[in-house]
Each structure stands twice: as structure tokens, then as C-alpha cells.
């Protein structure tokens, strides 16, 4: 189907949902405002711990990885900001780096921190025995805090990667105490209106327990460390067969939902195209964030998360990627949108089991492209972000930065 | 090898313990203090949903079955409580329940409300989209704290069965406030030195969700409902590669660990006893429960953890189970009690990562069974419960209570 | 939305696709072809081990099953077929069942043994130690096989629930031994277009080891038995993380894959609705499908594979639970249909990661309801078989029945 | 506990086993001739996707990984061969490096192919859709049995990599063919008495497939590939739940079990020390292996079954690691040994569940470092490995190596 096929398809699409009743300026409203960003180390090489398989045309610089960067909200209209991550993203001139991000058209976003490419981490950063290496650890996250002010962003990311690789060798509870202490001194040097979002993780690069394992731990830590402190659901990092829009739920119940780090997995932390392996559970998720915003008692959680990919492209071209990982976002979001939530809780209320669980099937079954076509032709973008990416001649301009960008790989 | 064997062994282990540097008295006196709740209906026919085999000799009464854990206790030294299940264990008179137990040695234990096999509880009980279920199961929770009072216990430990089957079902954030809602009015009814204990579950008998997981929501609950509430711990409710030690130094640390339910598993939620898929796991967490007795900071939460066991022997005669599960507890205690902290700390601060390790390794290597042995021969038990057991006749007599006795499947 | 409007969308619909290429009167005539037999078992009273939940008209006899499937088939025309299970369905005269079916213009589909519900059974049939039990457990083989011709059909169906619960308890090997010995009577009593299909399963209701706990045990077993013997693929069987498609594929290409048992589930063997946890996994195994319809190689063997749901509706009515079963196979096989296979081979061929995935995509996106709705028109069938069954009176009409009707549940 | 009180042990440790009636001289004359390979590659640096922490005295050749690898053979008796990774292990003359171990008291092993690090094979090698690449592969294969010849090694092992990321990147049916023809052509070329180990993995660096997926369709290839070709079994190579002792079992009784690759995991391929997270596991492999030797039927296969190591070392000292492996595979090796395989038998025949599991339990829980001890003592070298290694000043002495060694890491 051509893109064009689905922007003429639309008029006939909005009589349908009309029909249903949906409220079609609504769904669109809301689709304009999705913001997703995406991360600068997602257009650099990467993969697995067995080979980095370099790509032509990946960036040499964090000033390239802004343009491509650019280039992804360009046709997209959904990806304003990235993601920086210090110090893959170190720069002698932070100013530089945020006009050159406004003269491209987005922003600086969400400042990652790293904790875990130094010989000192090796057996930990926040919650290493040694405080010489706490205190270290402590010292890049206020850095980063600085960064963050520096280039306009409010928002700390923390992926902690922190854990042991064999029983006996940290001490679990002392090592929680050394990490509540070390962030209790960023969070004290955060201005008032930054986060600090806590990423959780299962497993992965500490084997026998992560000290941050789950969204327990993190919602425990941000309880502790007050109002600047959120959650952040990366939707690779849990156990198998773990129901994520529960936690979703609950945590814009406890108003501690952050924001999210989007990606898909089949088993581990995969870290491929979000809505590629179980797109479902992705509208289930959205589902939720929808259901937030209509709360009045959840709605100032719901309309402050974050949106984020986080993912590795090992095998494919990085910007089409990125392109396509907005895409899925926002079709699932758009689903979500179309869910018919006075019916659900109608089902619900009467214990209409299969009823309540159709009424989702009906938003899902949806196809929502001719939505998405017309969305963006009124945003004044080309109806199909990939069309108009191979259109742009971007990815043949590129080619002249060769092989042996830059890669998050140590 | 005989169990003589073993006691006639141990004065070599003692010496070699000695020599090691372990307080072997201070071992005895743990070992002798442990006491592990077995469960009423862990003598009662179980099974799966394919099949519940009956076995010939099950209790068909509570009585009964109080007699089969006092016979348990009597060999063991160990189980001297045993928990009860309303209403699998509802009786007219619970002071003659009561008195029935001590007459035979043992005292009532926990008491566990069961909000999963009524009708009126197909689509949930505390979390039901109908007020009256909501409050009918509110009432039988406070029946449960009338009985507990009646009986002498000062705990009620709670598996919710919640859930749901299908996306869409229940609305995940309306039902967690049903659940604290509920909750809070049986806190408010329980006398000040009662506890209730809130286990989770990660999936089963509900598929799709369960209102209450894992630790992180079980915590938050109990941190809602304030210092009577507290987090049970059932080692079998968990996802596949869950560090459950973790979880365990966790919650001693917050001061909120409750108890724990004993198995093990190889998958599921599978109830087989305790110690015999991965003893190593079990190890582990009654070395962070040493850890946590040796700790002045954690020592209160340590002391008053509940151990219980609650099993499904499903093909395997069920008082030899029991016994065997309280010797696998006691065994792998032992072995935690013998684990060199002093080194293991010291390893810790050195980076000493095989060090530490290898701390862990020869205490679980250790060959407790002279030691146990001698504990059972100072408290004036047979050294090898199985053996006294044997020598009873017990299995015999009951044997005229035929088949088909109480079975806590509907 | 109406089901008469995706009827009345019906010509847009196909101009699309036929503007995309698409064969519309080919996918038409697959999907028509589409036959999916329903258990007889899954009308009865089902639930976990803690609970099954009546419900009001539950078929009292093997007669009223065959009348809920056939109504079943009556409404979707996809389902002509009704499974077995022996001794649930034991009656004293099946050519009198056999008639009844035909009556109803359904057929008698596979026959499935049980050999997990009497005592003799607690520690194996197959599988036992003790060579009467395995005796007995042929003998129930071959009374099916009996029956299976008595009642005109060509399939024995067999999931075998022997395993053990603990280390030691069983010899793999000698277990193994006499599950070939067994099988090799049953396979030679069997006449020449009769097939067995051999069924695996990961764990339940044996904890530690299934006798066949996968696909390559199950195949091992087949190719031993020569070719009366192939695999039933159970979709809620796997352990988490399995790509049953790939499964799929290979089965194919070795010319053993029997058929299927459909369900889903989030984590364990949760029996529910099929395509109501993992939608995209069951258009993924229907690609397979219908990838090898298309290669002659495979295509015999494609032709030749039963389809048959296997699901436990536990909170669900079961009738309108069965239908929607068969609709959402119909879904995402007719979105299978859709995929575009030459584009997909080019992709592939050049190596093109994202224009594959696309390609799914594309297909899996596609709303295929005013396809289906077509459809069923064209067979002289309602357009939304859930409201012909509504309007049919017949939930009504076996409220006669009351509660207490018969249940796979010992 | 020092060493030299585990040899002073021994005298009361053998008569307590002999009393029981076990067969002492056996069980030492086994452990005598138990041979474990260990990897070159795990004497290099290694890490995570994310860092690998380079480590001082790293090998920086494949000579220095030889002379590693025959210190852990000096000090251990028990691993006289190292296995070799083409190209990691690629030398101008590979009879030199034969020398080099031969001087050094070792053998050269199996020769592994590496065909994942080459651009060429980003998106496969043998299951490649460019046949030029399949090519290519396969002459990679041809000279690592080349080498194999030339270093006197009769095994090649092959770990294969390949498979896909996405839904649709490849034809399943197609790549398996393409590997069918591929490693035929490979069997072709080797000598009769030289012997292809296929090694499976459920999943990485390939997230959504891989096309060894699991020990059936390794075994299914060897099957077509014929009696040179086998199964390697990787310990963390599974999905979680799997019981790896059924699969050791099955293999053996079809005569197909090649070797293992030992290391332990507690959620994916972790593959830290074999030993440190499920130990019991490890018992319960080395059992069947056990069992296979006693029986006459396996026993040849048994007997030829290739012991390696496959472990990344990241964060812990390497040859201090290695000898811990090799040190924990003979201790549950030992406990094996010391299962009473009669008594198990009359338990398993009378359906005595508890009984069965016992003697298992028993085996696990006897202290073996007496025994060990004696062994070494008895083959002349000192009774505790890492003492031996602490004594030699090895680790010292290749502090000269500096940092930056080699590592496999692309």
C-alpha cells in the first residue's frame, strides 16, 4: 500500500470512528503532542559482546549524532529531543553542542550518566566497597547534573549497572545503604524542577543480583530520595512472562512513573525495535498511559513521562530504525487512543470477562495508518517518515563519513 | 549411612569446627532455637488441577491433622506450631482446637484466610468490581482475626488469589485501591502485637495478572498499612531467575521482612519440598537471615521472621515429607550458621571476589549431619527424625483413617 | 463498529488489497477451507487446582458437547469437528454419539486418551516402573484406537502427563525405553491412515522432568514410530522465550508436524484464549503455515496438519469463548494470508532486515474484519458469528441444564 | 580448614564410605582419569557487551594461553588438553604450538570455529542467503579440520552463531538447509576417527531465532550428518526450567552425546564458574554421566564424552578461576561417584519417591574434600590446587605480561 493510499483512505476512516463515536480530533490532538526521544548512542555502532559489526556513515561526533538525530524528528515530527550520555557524549563546549541541536530543530533531553566503563567500576560504582570509588561515582553523577543544566535539560537518567557475578561477593545490604547515601547527595544538588529517573534492571552485566533489580527497588529508592526522584520502566529489563503494564499502572498510581526507556526483546535485554517482537504488549502499555491521562488523579504523572527509545541496532541501519521505532510508538499510542474506556469500564463494573477484554481487541484491530498519514500531513510532513527519509538523500550523504563511527562499546 | 554413624562423628566435626574458629555452642543454641510452622493442609490429599491422588491415612479432620504436625514436632523438635486455613480448618469450637494442640505439643500458627474458593470470588475478593464481595471478603478477613485472637496466634498471613485472566478484565489502579481500602480495615480490627502478612505471587491462579506480584507490591502495601503489616515471602512466587536472597536482605533491612512460605521448584509455583531442586538457593537465604541476626540494625525483623512451610505433597506420603522439609531447613541453616563472616566482610572490602565466594562454598560443603545429629541427641530426640518416625508405628495407626480425608482442593 | 459495516467495507477492502497484488479470491478460498476442531472437553467445567468455578449450562453428557460444538460450527463454519476425550467422553454406544454428531452436522474428531487420572497412574503409565500399569496404559491405547475407528476418525491424539516430581525418582532412560515399547504396540495396532499425534510439554503436572518435555523428543519419538507417528504442537507448552514459529518450520520440513493445540498464555501452561496474550506470535506461526502451503515440498504436509483449540475456560462462558477461539485464528491466519511472499524472499535475499520485518508488518496491520465478514457471507453465515449466537437463544435455552455439568476435573 | 586437614581426614573419611559399602578405589580410580579441557580463550580477556575490564598477566599469544593452561593442568592433574578458537588461536605453525604444549605437559584439543566476527557474516555464515558466504564458511570450517589434523586434535567443535534478529529477516526451512549442505560437506572432509561436536544455544548474539535452538535440533543434524557428528551440550545454553541431566540422559541413550561445555548461569549465558550458582545441578549432570558409565549399553559413548570448560572470566582473576572449575566439576563428579546406583534402582522399582530422592541427597551432602585431597596426594600433587597455584609464583611471575593481553572480544 502507498503512503498516498492511506492519506486518501482517511476520510473514510474518520466516518467510521466518528460512527463509533470516537472523538477523532481528540486522538489527533493527542498524537501531536507524542514526544519520543530518542537517544544519541543509538546511531552509533554497537552489539553484542561477541562483535560490533561497524556501519558506513555512523557519526564521528556527538554534533553528527545530533543531525542524525534531527534528521529522525524531521520527518517524524515526534522526536524533538536526544538523549545525551556523558562521556560518550563529552563535548569541551556544551553551549555549542545545545545551539547546534536548536539550529538543527530539536533539544537536548534526558542526561544519561556512566558508571560502569571505568577499571574502577569493575566490581561496582555507587555501591562499590572502596568510597574512594563512591565518592568518583558520586562526582560524574554531579557532573552530569551540571551538564544537564548547562544544556537546558530537566531530567537525570540513571541506569545503574551496579551488581555482583557471584554469591558472597557484595554485601547486599550495605552496598543499598551506599547507594541511598551517594544519590541523596545528587538529588540534594538537583534544582527543583530536575528529575532523577531510576532505571531498574533483572540482570545484565552483573550475573548473580543487580543492585537495582526491579521497579520495587527503584520505587523504594525514589520514595527515599523524595519528590525529584521517579521510576524509569526500560520495557527490555524484567523477567520473563512480567505483566509491564501493571507496573505501568501502578506506578502512575504512586505518581512515581518517570518515564519510559522503549525497546522489545524475545528473551533477554535484546534491545531491538520496540513494537517488533510482541507489539501488543506495547498497546497494553499505552493503554495504561491513556488511561492515566484521563484520571484527573493520575493525569500530572501521565502528561510529565518521558518518553525515550533505548535500543541497539546491531544488524541494521540506525536511522531507518530509529524512523520505524517512533512509527511503532506512535501506532500503538494511536490504538490506545482508540480504546473505548466508558465501555471497558462498563464491562468491567457488570464482570463481562470477554467483553472487556474485546473492547481492547477492537482498538487494537484498528488499522490506524490512515490516521497516522493524515496526522502528519496536517503537521505538514510527508505522510510516511521512510518515504521521506530515502527521498531526503540523507543516507546517501552520510556515506561520506565512512566506517568507524563512534560506538557505546568500550 | 546410619544415623549413629553421624552422632558418633561428631565429636570430630566439633573439633574440626573448633579448630576452624567456629562457636560450635552458639551454632547448637540457633539450631535448637529454629522453629518452622508446618501447614494444616500440607497433610491433607493435594494435587494438581489434573489430578488430586488421595492417599490412604490423610487426616479428616483438623484434628487430625493437628496430631499429624504434633507427630511431626515430636520427632523433629522443630515444627512446634502449626497453621491453620479458614475455612478448610473451621471447627465449632476453636478453644477445643486450641487445647487440642497442646494437649499434643504443639500450639495454632498462623492463621490464613482463603478469598479464592467461593463463587461470590471467581472474578476476585478484596479486588472485586462489586462492593458486596469487597466486603464480604473484608468480613471473613475479620473473622480470621477474631479466630487468631481466639486461638492465641498474633498472625494472619494472606495469599490473595486476585487477578485476572484477560487484558482488559479489571482495571489494575481502581482494584489496588479496593485492596488497600479492605486491607486497611482489617489492620484497624487486629490487636496491637498482631501481624499481617502479605505474600505475593507472580502468576497463578490468575494468568493475565495478580494484584499483589512481587516484593515491590506487597512492600508498598505493607508500608501503607503501616508497622502491623509485613511481607511474606514464599520461595516459589517468584519469576524464573529471581535472586531471592536479595529480596530477603532487602526487606530485613526495611524492617519488613514477615516470613517466609518454604518449597522449592524447578519452574512453576510447584510446591515440592524445600531444599531438593536447588538447595544452593536455599543456603543462601538463611545466610542473609544469619547475617541479618547478626546485625543489631536488622536483629528484631531477623528474630521475629515466621519460617513456615507450605507444600503440596502431591505423590509422596505426607508426614515424611514434612519431616524431611523441616530437615532441610535445619540443614541448610546449619550450614549458613557455619559461613566465616569476619572473612566473608573482609574478602568484600578486598575485592576478593573467588575469596568470598569460596567462604560461601566451604561452609555449604560442610557435612552438617554430626552436628545435627548431636543437636537432636541434646534435646533428647532420635538423631534421625525419619528413623523415630519409623519406629513410631504413627504411619501404621493412621492408617485406619482410610481414604479420602480432607483435601484443601474445591 | 457494526459487523454489517465491515460487510459494507467489504469493497473497499478488496480493492486495496487487489491494488496491492493480493490473490483476494485465493486468500478467500483458504480461509473458507479453514477447519478448526474444538475439544469437547473445553465445554465442560474446567479451573486451576484451587478452584473450578460452575457455571450454569454446562453440558451434562458427551451428547450435549457435541451439541455446544456443533453450534459452534453452526455460527463460525469453521469448527466442523469435536475431539474426544476418553474416558470423559466414554459412552456405551458411539455410532449413537457418531450419529449425534452428524445430526448436528459435525464430525467426531481426534480421540485423546487420558492416561493421568486413575491411581494405578500416580507415578507414570507409559513411563511406570511397574509393567502392569505400563500394560494397562497400552490397553487404554489401544481401546482408543478402537474407538478412533468406531467413530470414523483418523487421529489418536496423545499428551502423555508421565514425568516425575524429584531427582531420582524415575530412570530416564529405562522410562524412555518403555515409552518407545509402548507406543511401537499402539502405532502397530493402528490401521494405515490412522496417525498418532504425539504431543510435549515443558512441565505440569510433574515438576522436575517431563518424560516429553519438547519438540525434539516428541520428533525423536516419531521418527522411531516411522510414519503413522508426528507432533502436536501445543502453543502453551514451551518454555518462555521459544519461537514456536521456527519450531513450526522445522516440523514442517521433516514432514512431522501433526497438528496443533492452540491456546495462550503469559507465563506457565495458562490455557487461555488463543491470540489474547501474544497475538503476533500466532500470525507468526500461521505465516509458517501458510509459507508451507506455498512450497510443494512441505505443502503435503501443510494440507495434512489438524487445528484444534485446547484451552481451559475457567471465568469465561465457554461457548462464546470457543467461538471467539476460532475467530482469532481466522484473524491471523487471514493475515498470514496477506503477507506478501515474493517481496518477503527479496527482502531476505538482499539481506534487507527492516523491508522483511516490514513486510509482516504490513500483513499483520491489516484489518481483516470486512475480509472475515465477507466471508462468512459467502458461506450463508452470519457476519459476526458472536451475535448469530446471541440471537440464536441457545445460552438461554441450555440454562436448563443448571450447574453441576460435567467437568475434566477429577 | 587447611588442605593438609582434608588429607588427615581421609583414613576415617574411607572407612566411613567403605562401611557403607562403597567401593573406594573405584570411585578414586574415576576420579583419576576424569579429563577436563579447558579454552584458551579463557585465559584472555573478556567482558561484557558493555566493558571488558582488561586484567593484568594476560596471555598476549597463543603460546602464553598454552602456558596458562598447563600451569592449571600442573596443579590440578586433571586438565591435559586446551582447546584452541580459529582465528583467535591462528599461528604461522601450528606444529610449534603443538610443541610448545607438549613441552609444556598438555595437549592441544578441540579446534572451534569462529564464524561471527567477520563482517561477512552480520547477518549469518553457514545459513547465509548469499551462497558466496555460505562458501566462505565453510572453507573455514574445511581448515579448522585441517588444523585439527595438524595439531593431533580429533574434535571440531562447532558453536554456531547465525540466526536472526527480526520476524522475517530469514527463512527458517531455507537456512536449515543451507547448513545441512554445509556441514555435510564439512563431515566429508574429516577423518574417520575425528568427530563434529554441535553445540546449541536457546538465543544471543540472534535474538529472535537462533538456528541451533536447542539440544533436538542439534541432535536432529547430527542424526543426517552421521556418526561423526554430535551433541555438545553447553550448560547456559538453555532456557530457564530446563532439566539439562534428562537431556544428558537422552543424548547418551541415543549414543550422540559429544561433550559438555561447563559454566554456570542464573539467568542467560552467563557463564561465570560452573558450580557457583546451582551446584546441585552439576551433581545431578554428572549422575547421568555416572550412571552412563555403569551401564553397558552407554558406556561407550560415555566414555568418549569431551569435558570442557567454556567460561568469561570478566571481573575475576583467570587461572585462579580455572582451577576453581576444574576443582568443582571434580567435586560433584566425586558426589556421583558416591551414589549408591542399587539402592536407587530398588527405589525407583518400588515406587519409593522419598526414597529415591534420599540417596541422591545423601551423595550431595557427603563432604568430599578428603577424598580429593587423597587423590591429588595419591598422583603427586599438592592436595589443595590453589595453593599449589598461590606457591608457584606463576601469578607473579605474568604480572610481567603488563595489560592488554589478547582477548576475544572483536
Known sequence: ????????????????????????????????????????????????????????????????????????????????????????????????????????????GAINPNLFQEDDYKLGSLCHADPKVRKKAVRHMLDCVAIAQEVGSNIVSLWLADGTNYPGQGDFRRRKQWLIEGLQEVIAAMPGDMRLLIEYKFFEPAWYHTDIPDWGMALLLAMKLGPKAEVLVDTGHHPQGTNIEHITANLLDEGKLGGFHFNDRKYADDDVIVGTMDPYQLFLIMKEMVAGLLDPATRPTAERVAYMIDQSHNIEPKIPAMIRSIMNVQRYYAKALLVDFDALRRAQDAGDVLGAEAILQDAFETDVRPLLAQVRAELGLHPDPLTAYAESGYAEKIQARGKGGQSWSS
Chains 1, 2, 3, 4 share one sequence.
Open 1 to 108: 500500500m502507498s503512503t498516498d493510499g492511506f492519506l486518501a483512505r482517511y476520510p473514510d476512516w474518520e466516518k467510521q470512528q466518528t460512527d463509533r463515536g470516537v472523538d477523532v480530533e481528540w486522538v489527533k490532538a493527542h498524537l501531536k503532542e507524542l514526544a519520543i526521544e530518542t537517544p544519541s548512542w543509538g546511531y552509533g555502532d554497537s552489539g553484542t559482546r561477541f562483535k560490533v559489526f561497524q556501519q558506513e556513515g555512523v557519526p564521528r561526533s556527538p554534533f553528527e549524532k545530533i543531525e542524525d538525530a534531527a534528521m529522525v524528528h524531521k520527518v517524524t515530527g515526534a522526536a524533538p529531543s536526544v538523549a545525551l550520555h556523558i562521556p560518550w557524549d563529552l563535548v569541551d563546549d556544551f553551549s555549542a553542542l545545545k545551539k547546534h541541536a536548536e539550529d538543527h530543530g530539536i533539544k537536548l
